[in-house]
């Protein structure tokens, strides 16, 4: 039975009063409604879910609904919420898995293959220079602390 706005409003009031069995067929309804709202919005592995978290809400916000207004606005309000919800939660997770994928990994891969271009590089350097430009921009010493040391070791060299 696919129930219609005014069916489904006289089961939700009587749901309001304590009906059990009023409110198990509205739910019931309620589910076949969602399925059918939510088949061309979300990925068929979803439906299931989405229509559960719609259904719970139902169920927590039944005493907001005013008998004096349509049920179907209301149960699509709710509805669309929670499918935006379900949205920003599916673009939400599908960022992180693209922000892990496209992480570094823990290697020593690039540091040893910085430092066999810069060996190449300095082949090619005078002694002096391919020292001074490690000590400053490899070991970050200070212009400076570069010379200073460089001094040092000259003087003990000779």
Known sequence: MIADEASLAHLMASSQKGDRKAYRVLLAEVQMWLERYFRRRVAPAQL????????????????TWDSERAFL????????????????????NAEDELDDWDAAEDSDEEAVMARM????????LPDKQSEVIELVKIEG???????????????WSK
Do not use: C, G
């Open 48 to 63: 299931d879910d989405l229509v559960q978290e719609v259904l719970m809400a139902v169920h927590n916000k039944r005493a």
């Open 73 to 92: 606005p209301w149960l699509a309000a709710i509805a669309r919420y929670r499918w935006v919800d379900h949205l920003r939660k599916v673009y939400r």
């Open 117 to 124: 271009s810069l060996e190449r590089l300095f082949v090619h």
């Open 141 to 155: 010493l200070s212009i400076a602390e570069a010379a200073r040391k460089t001094a040092r070791a000259r003087a």
